[in-house]
């Protein structure tokens, strides 16, 4: 499940933490929201005695007042002339240039989530007190959108289309089908490059970025699957770190299926206080008749059943359960999706899904 980070969370405790940090002093925090996907690390090292030989970055104006550039990174980090990778890169520059304290770079998550387009979308939302003192920089870790990116099918529509809770043999075969499908695609595609795809590279390139871009120390904020790249960094640089927030931590020492049972069991829990949320509500679209929980369960019971269509989003594609799952864990993240997902689920009610597919896959 692909993070959607909401940058309103944590940027109370981001901003006094932010501010008064001093250099001298590593100050990290984290604060809990629901866990996501991880991609386990690599390897434990200890902190290098050196830094990363990297050129300073030449940003070039990319429009509204943001600044781009590419930064070329090892492709192993381990093993010289390796060959090289780019990584975009994305800058808000502070608006106080005399309070400048530095850069605050930011992860959004995912994995596979583009900071550079977060950064373009939130980045002028910030604060001002952390405008004023910081550059807000954004990138695309190695692989995604416009860094060197793995494409794996062209299009993703079938896999949408697919139910992730099985109710008999043919359809798990058919998550199992195509899980194999999209795995060859993806190693035929790009097998020059997806072997070099890691967390721990990330950690190596995000050291390469603080360089790149002059900080002394690095400010982070991650969130989501971010929060891993960040304590990973904590874990090998620890003598690098001016300030860190990590929003949603995950536990690095977790394996991906231990990962996503917490997650689900999360996601579970959410979902429960937002039903509850509902009952409690009189303005609440999906009542249910007071019991929005039983509401819920029939609903997907009937999509599940027959997929929905989708007449106010242009009627080409329906709403099935995969889809529908997507709507309802994506509003999981943060209780102002809460009311959007409240009017899908109305709608869906009375045979429209066309909300729900504007929320699950826009």
Same mark, same amino acid.
């Given at each position: 499940?692909?993070?959607?980070?909401?940058?309103?969370?944590?940027?109370?405790?981001?901003?006094?933490?932010?501010?008064?940090?001093?250099?001298?002093?590593?100050?990290?925090?984290?604060?809990?929201?629901?866990?996501?996907?991880?991609?386990?690390?690599?390897?434990?090292?200890?902190?290098?005695?050196?830094?990363?030989?990297?050129?300073?970055?030449?940003?070039?104006?990319?429009?509204?007042?943001?600044?781009?550039?590419?930064?070329?990174?090892?492709?192993?980090?381990?093993?010289?002339?390796?060959?090289?990778?780019?990584?975009?890169?994305?800058?808000?520059?502070?608006?106080?240039?005399?309070?400048?304290?530095?850069?605050?770079?930011?992860?959004?998550?995912?994995?596979?989530?583009?900071?550079?387009?977060?950064?373009?979308?939130?980045?002028?939302?910030?604060?001002?007190?952390?405008?004023?003192?910081?550059?807000?920089?954004?990138?695309?870790?190695?692989?995604?959108?416009?860094?060197?990116?793995?494409?794996?099918?062209?299009?993703?529509?079938?896999? *949408? =289309?697919?139910? @992730?809770?099985?109710?008999? %043999?043919?359809? +798990?075969?058919?998550? $199992? /089908?195509?899980?194999?499908?999209?795995?060859?695609?993806?190693?035929?595609?790009?097998?020059?490059?997806?072997?070099?795809?890691?967390?721990?590279?990330?950690?190596?390139?995000?050291?390469?970025?603080?360089?790149?871009?002059?900080?002394?120390?690095?400010?982070?904020?991650?969130?989501?699957?971010?929060?891993?790249?960040?304590?990973?960094? *904590? =874990?090998?640089? @620890?003598?690098?770190?001016? %300030?860190?927030? +990590?929003?949603?931590? $995950? /536990?690095?020492?977790?394996?991906?299926?231990?990962?996503?049972?917490?997650?689900?069991?999360?996601?579970?829990?959410?979902?429960?206080?937002?039903?509850?949320?509902?009952?409690?509500?009189?303005?609440?679209?999906?009542?249910?008749?007071?019991?929005?929980?039983?509401?819920?369960?029939?609903?997907?019971?009937?999509?599940?059943?027959?997929?929905?269509?989708?007449?106010?989003?242009?009627?080409?594609?329906?709403?099935?359960?995969?889809?529908?799952?997507?709507?309802?864990?994506?509003?999981?993240?943060?209780?102002?999706?809460?009311?959007?997902?409240?009017?899908?689920?109305?709608?869906?009610?009375?045979?429209?899904?066309?909300?729900?597919?504007?929320?699950?896959?826009?």
């Amino acid at each position: 499940m692909s993070a959607r980070p909401n940058p309103g969370r944590g940027l109370t405790v981001l901003l006094i933490l932010l501010l008064t940090a001093s250099c001298g002093t590593t100050t990290t925090t984290t604060t809990t929201t629901t866990p996501t996907a991880a991609i386990s690390p690599a390897r434990p090292t200890s902190e290098p005695s050196s830094q990363p030989a990297v050129a300073p970055v030449r940003w070039t104006d990319c429009g509204e007042g943001f600044l781009c550039a590419s930064l070329r990174v090892p492709r192993d980090h381990a093993v010289t002339g390796s060959g090289t990778l780019n990584i975009s890169l994305i800058r808000l520059p502070a608006t106080g240039k005399l309070a400048r304290i530095g850069s605050l770079v930011l992860e959004p998550g995912g994995p596979g989530a583009s900071g550079v387009e977060f950064v373009r979308d939130s980045a002028k939302r910030f604060p001002a007190a952390i405008r004023d003192r910081f550059d807000v920089v954004g990138f695309d870790p190695r692989g995604v959108n416009s860094s060197s990116a793995v494409r794996c099918i062209d299009n993703l529509d079938g896999r *949408a =289309d697919l139910d @992730p809770s099985p109710d008999d %043999a043919t359809e +798990l075969q058919a998550l $199992v /089908d195509d899980a194999r499908a999209y795995a060859e695609a993806c190693g035929s595609r790009n097998d020059a490059t997806l072997s070099y795809l890691s967390t721990d590279a990330v950690v190596d390139d995000l050291e390469g970025i603080r360089v790149a871009i002059g900080d002394e120390k690095l400010t982070y904020l991650g969130f989501s699957y971010g929060t891993l790249i960040g304590a990973l960094y *904590a =874990d090998r640089y @620890p003598g690098r770190i001016r %300030a860190m927030v +990590l929003d949603g931590a $995950v /536990d690095p020492s977790l394996d991906l299926e231990q990962l996503r049972k917490d997650q689900a069991r999360a996601f579970e829990i959410s979902l429960g206080h937002f039903l509850a949320d509902c009952a409690a509500r009189t303005n609440c679209p999906f009542q249910g008749n007071g019991r929005p929980n039983k509401a819920f369960d029939a609903l997907m019971a009937a999509i599940d059943a027959h997929a929905l269509p989708t007449p106010r989003a242009g009627g080409r594609r329906t709403v099935g359960p995969g889809l529908a799952a997507s709507a309802v864990l994506g509003a999981m993240y943060s209780t102002t999706s809460w009311p959007t997902l409240a009017t899908a689920l109305e709608r869906a009610e009375m045979g429209d899904g066309s909300v729900m597919l504007r929320i699950s896959d826009p």
